[in-house]
């Protein structure tokens, strides 16, 4: 409903007057007011002229631990050097005027402080449940930190990963070591399966000594609840399936498995009320909540990976239900884009909140470094501008904490402008179709380049296809029959696709992949042609045997075919990973 202006016409001092008169007798013809009722009339009035108070403007930002994604830069440093990076990440944080701090504590069955559930993380110490030098319990640290720069903690927890990837010992008192029954291998990581209720109950019980022994201002969980899907591999969980399925069994496994994530969040919702029933519980999930090709209540976009479908966490079932305090829906396209434009998104979880506060993700991670694929150099602050003008959004997150540092110049005073600044109240055209017409055209964002791909021999192709997913166009054709000649200065690569003559427009990428000392893969773009084979110098730094070689097709708009099977080259053959 729309208020009146206490100025306008038959504004809040005609209401007032009309209501006073009402209830008190009035000597209307010698317009006067009883003396005894003035002070009635000074707090009418205050009330009357009152301005409501803006709501604070939730302005968080991600430190991710897994994988020492943001802090600590590497495990196993010394006490007092990891204090110092803390320190300096939130005060990095503060100075932008950013005010809340959503720190992973529980990155992969593990504890960033110390727990009688869960043993030390390996990211934190360099093994698992080998305790810090001295008595230091980060997450108390951090939350020191935080409110004495006014500013929110959210304990962020990882609810069933055991191990991401790459390998280390785990610490024989952990759950999963003691209940190997209850863990699947997938996609080379290992999991809890959420279908044992003994899983779920155990995840519960290690929030809840949180909750109860810090002082923290909320529990948030990101996307992860069942994991991403991979392409020809399902995700093993039919003995669990079949021991607990019940009525779900045989057939409805989608929804058996969505059943158990509703079944663990409402669940923690109710343990944690109550305990503490002002402490928060928020959800960061995968921005598109289902497609509309699916479901008529869907976003629009090109179909694609989704919470519900994929990942099994019906958020908005969660909101209706009132099983959550908060959401975080992780919109990190960028404007335009085809699978999830960024105004568009905004606009359909603005209308599909529920009443409760919502804020956006950001992928900040995106603007800078190896990982900058967003074209547009003023991308996140044109999305803050953008976000601000929706009604029911309340603010905004940042992933992740370590790229603040990684901005330019530019950009960060970009940032700072629009973070000195609080959301306005103007009027935006939010109509779907509006939008669409306003929206440019579309120009993805180009492939990740000299990028670390934490991904083993067997598994890297089907990472790479997973990462780049956003801009592949399955029209594009995909390179194959892929030969070598030896030529005077090197070698030649060549290949064809189908149609063998392809578009006028069609370029090559041609990439290599070198294997990481510590594990992975590292990409790096080597050539962009034209034509349908690419040279390798004799005198380069590239050995064609010890690098694995992956060739795409890429249209004028920047979008990309799929990757074909990665190689490398010894002499005149072609080896296939």
């Known amino acids: 409903m729309r208020k009146l202006s206490p100025f306008a016409k038959g504004g809040s001092r005609g209401i007032f007057k009309r209501q006073f008169c009402a209830i008190f007798p009035v000597n209307r013809r010698k317009n006067y007011i009883p003396l005894f009722l003035l002070p009635f009339l000074v707090l009418q009035a205050i009330n009357a002229f009152a301005v409501t108070p803006q709501k604070k403007e939730f302005r968080g930002i991600w430190i991710a631990t897994i994988n020492n994604i943001d802090w600590p830069s590497s495990p196993g440093m010394s006490v007092a050097a990891q204090k110092q990076e803390l320190k300096e990440l939130i005060e990095r944080i503060e100075q932008l005027n950013l005010n809340v701090v959503i720190f992973q504590i529980r990155p992969a069955s593990d504890a960033f402080y110390p727990s009688e559930t869960e043993p030390w993380s390996y990211f934190l110490t360099g093994k698992q449940g080998k305790a810090p030098s001295t008595d230091f319990d980060p997450l108390g640290y951090a939350i020191e930190l935080c409110h004495s720069k006014g500013m929110e903690l959210h304990a962020w927890f990882n609810p069933f990963r055991v191990r991401n990837v790459g390998y280390y010992k785990l610490d024989p008192s952990s759950f999963a070591a003691r209940n190997p029954q209850f863990t699947l291998e997938y996609d080379h990581k290992l999991f ?66 969505r059943e158990n994530i509703n079944l663990f969040i409402s669940s923690l919702h109710d343990s944690i009320k109550a305990v503490k029933p002002a402490l928060k519980l928020g959800i960061s999930p995968f921005g598109v909540w289902r497609n509309k090709s699916d479901d008529p209540d869907g976003s629009p976009g090109v ?45 359909w979880w603005n209308d599909h909140s529920f009443g409760k506060p919502l804020y956006l993700g950001q992928a900040l991670y995106k603007s800078t470094g190896a990982d900058k694929t967003f074209i547009n150099p003023n991308e996140i602050t044109e999305q803050i501008s953008i976000l601000r003008k929706f009604e029911n959004v309340g603010g905004f997150a940042l992933y992740s904490a370590s790229h603040l540092a990684r901005l330019s110049a530019t950009a960060l005073n970009e940032l700072k402008s629009h973070l000195s600044i609080t959301k306005t109240e103007i009027g935006i055209n939010t109509d779907n179709e509006a939008i669409a017409r306003q929206i440019p055209a579309q120009v993805p964002s180009p492939p990740l380049r000299d990028r670390i791909f934490m991904a083993d021999k067997k598994s890297i192709t089907d990472t790479i296809n997973l990462v780049f997913q956003p801009l592949i166009d399955k029209n594009i054709p995909v390179p194959e029959q892929f030969s070598v000649i030896k030529i005077h200065k090197g070698r030649t690569i060549l290949w064809k696709t189908q149609p063998s003559i392809p578009a006028p427009d069609l370029k090559f990428s041609v990439l290599i992949f070198e294997k990481v000392k510590d594990g992975g893969y590292r990409l790096k773009e080597i050539n962009k042609t034209e034509t349908n084979q690419t040279v390798i110098l004799r005198n380069s730094a590239i050995n064609p045997s010890k690098v694995l070689f992956g060739i795409v097709s890429v249209n004028k708009n920047g979008y990309q075919s799929a990757f074909p099977k990665l190689f490398r080259i010894r002499g005149r053959r072609v080896i296939f990973n």
């Open 192 to 257: 809890l399966d959420p279908g044992f209720p003994q899983v779920r109950t155990n995840v519960i019980k290690v929030i809840m000594e949180v909750v109860r022994k810090y002082n923290i201002d909320a529990i948030h969980f990101d996307d992860y609840f069942y994991p991403y899907p991979v392409n020809g591999k399902k995700f093993p969980d039919l003995k669990s399936f079949h021991q607990y399925g019940k009525y779900y069994y045989p057939k409805k496994l989608n929804d058996w498995r």
């Open 303 to 347: 179909k694609g990976t989704t919470s519900y479908d994929d990942l099994y966490a019906d958020v908005v079932k969660w909101l209706a239900n009132d099983w959550i305090d908060y959401i975080v829906p992780q919109l990190y396209w960028e404007q335009g884009n085809r699978f999830g434009d960024f105004k568009i998104m905004t606009k």
